[in-house]
């Protein structure tokens, strides 16, 4: 089904809510952020060994907050940050509340979205609500989601990531292009829509009429189906 940005249901912050949050989260500008919950697929770890290939290769030492409920994993990516000498720069404050969260998108440089496998990303979707460039994996249903508004590397390998960090990092213009082009690809998602297909599907395993829009829909969602699964 298409989905919209979750975070639209959330107030968005005024400056004083940003100064606050970046004041209680000691927050370090610049930095990225990559909102996910710790599971290992989510490849906290080898994005740890980007930043460190990016400090002691190219002498840049990129702040990065992890959002994010912290699973059974948490304590591996924690030693990982450890051995690696980041302490000083990765912070994971955990969950943060819904209405901080639009706050961590606005104040951060760029999202990236290392992650191995994704049905969709939410996290591409709030990023490009807030103006907010995106780098993220080339695998499974994320280039189709994201299409021209993500900047894509191999998320199986440490130095493309940092490669790919680097030039977020360096290019100005590559973060506005890629806000640019974000913002142009959130237009193809909304709620309405959402709703729309799920009428769509609900009237059909009713048994009811289905109107000329419903069909629209579901040829959509199914063309959109066999697409993922090809990328899977």
């Known amino acids: 089904m298409p989905l919209a940005p979750p975070t639209q249901a959330f107030v968005e912050p005024d ?8 004041q209680q989260y000691e927050l370090d500008v610049p930095f990225a952020l990559y ?3 710790t599971w290992q697929h989510k490849n906290h770890i080898r994005l740890m060994e980007a930043l460190l290939l990016l400090r002691d290769k190219h002498s840049i030492k990129l702040n990065l907050v992890c ?3 912290k699973t059974d994993f948490w304590p591996e990516i924690k030693e990982c940050i450890r051995r690696l000498d980041l302490e000083q720069q990765v912070k994971f404050p955990g969950m943060v509340p819904a209405d ?4 961590f998108y606005k104040l951060a440089s760029f999202v990236v979205v290392p992650t191995l496998f994704e049905a969709a990303s939410g996290p591409l979707f709030e990023a490009w609500q807030e103006g907010t460039p995106v780098a993220c ?5 994320l280039p189709e989601q994201a299409r021209d508004g993500a900047l894509f590397f191999d998320p199986y390998s440490a130095e493309a990531m940092a490669n790919a960090l680097l030039k977020m990092t360096q290019d100005e213009n590559l973060r506005k292009h890629l ?7 959130l237009r193809d ?3 309405e829509r959402t709703a729309k297909a799920y009428r769509a599907v609900y009237r059909r395993a009713a048994g009811r009429p289905i109107t000329e829009e419903d ?5 959509a969602n199914r063309i959109a189906k066999s697409a993922e699964g090809k990328a899977i």
């Open 15 to 22: 400056r004083e809510m940003l100064s606050l949050v970046k």
């Open 179 to 185: 806000s640019e082009r974000g913002a142009n690809r």
């Open 137 to 141: 994996s080339t695998v499974t249903s």
């Open 35 to 37: 909102p996910a919950m």
């Open 189 to 191: 998602f909304c709620w």
């Open 67 to 69: 959002t994010g409920h």
């Open 100 to 103: 901080e969260l639009r706050s």
């Open 215 to 219: 069909q629209q829909y579901l040829e």
